[in-house]
């Protein structure tokens, strides 16, 4: 076994998730199908080795799972890209509803076809620009993983986040986009592939 995947799979074990042999078989094809589909569609930099997928992305997107519950709650995936973090978290605790946000049709298209080959329930891709999305209900926690932060976000984001909701922001050296936020510090983690930080923005910040 590749030594990233035996990282991601200690962290899995770390996190006492329940039934760890089925998430563990739910990323190996979520691990095939980015493969696949990133030598038609970039969804990942192709210039990164595959194996670091395991923990450069799966186990850094599972990060916020330290220190929340993520089970039966409403989550939106900003700029997802290849599905990231939003699949991850989904394959992780399958009882949260997903919405995946990404403005490049190409990459809905792939991830949409990917939820499908996974069979998996409550969790969409949707082919918007975040200032043109509207949901019939607000949400619990709002993913942005690999988007600048600028001002014309924060009405959006405050529109669809409920009251009490919060936004995770990934970030590894650079937060100079939502630095005058002063956000709160959820998470620094020094791991094998680099510093990894979790900053937390509640709507009432966003101004």
């Known amino acids: 076994m590749i030594k990233e995947k035996e990282e991601f799979i200690q962290f899995l074990q770390e996190l006492k998730l329940s039934d760890i042999d089925t998430i563990i078989s739910r990323f190996e094809k979520y691990y095939q199908l980015l493969i696949e589909y990133n030598q038609h569609i970039n969804l990942f930099s192709r210039a990164t080795p595959v194996s670091n997928l395991w923990t450069h992305h799966f186990l850094d997107s599972l990060l916020p799972l330290k220190v929340i519950d993520f089970s039966n709650k409403k989550i939106m995936d900003f700029g997802s890209g290849g ?3 939003g699949i991850p978290v989904k394959l992780a605790v399958p009882s949260c509803n997903m919405v995946l946000i990404d403005s490049i049709h190409k990459r809905v298209r792939a991830t949409s076809e990917m939820i499908l080959k996974m069979e998996l329930s409550d969790c969409e891709s949707i082919c918007s620009r975040l200032e043109d999305y509207d949901a019939d209900e607000k949400f619990d ?3 942005c ?5 600028e001002k014309r976000y924060f009405g959006p984001i405050k529109r669809l986040l409920k009251p009490e909701g919060m936004m995770l922001l990934y970030k590894a050296k650079d937060y100079s ?10 998470i620094k983690e020094d791991l094998s592939y680099g510093r990894s930080v979790i900053y937390a923005l509640a709507p009432s910040m966003l101004r």
């Not at 993983?145 to 932060?149: F, S």
């Not at 986009?177 to 959820?186: F, G, M, N, S, V």
């Open 83 to 85: 599905g990231l973090p």
């Open 141 to 143: 926690y709002l993913l």
């Open 145 to 149: 993983r690999a988007v600048k932060m």
């Open 177 to 186: 986009d939502i630095a005058a936020l002063k956000p709160r510090e959820l």
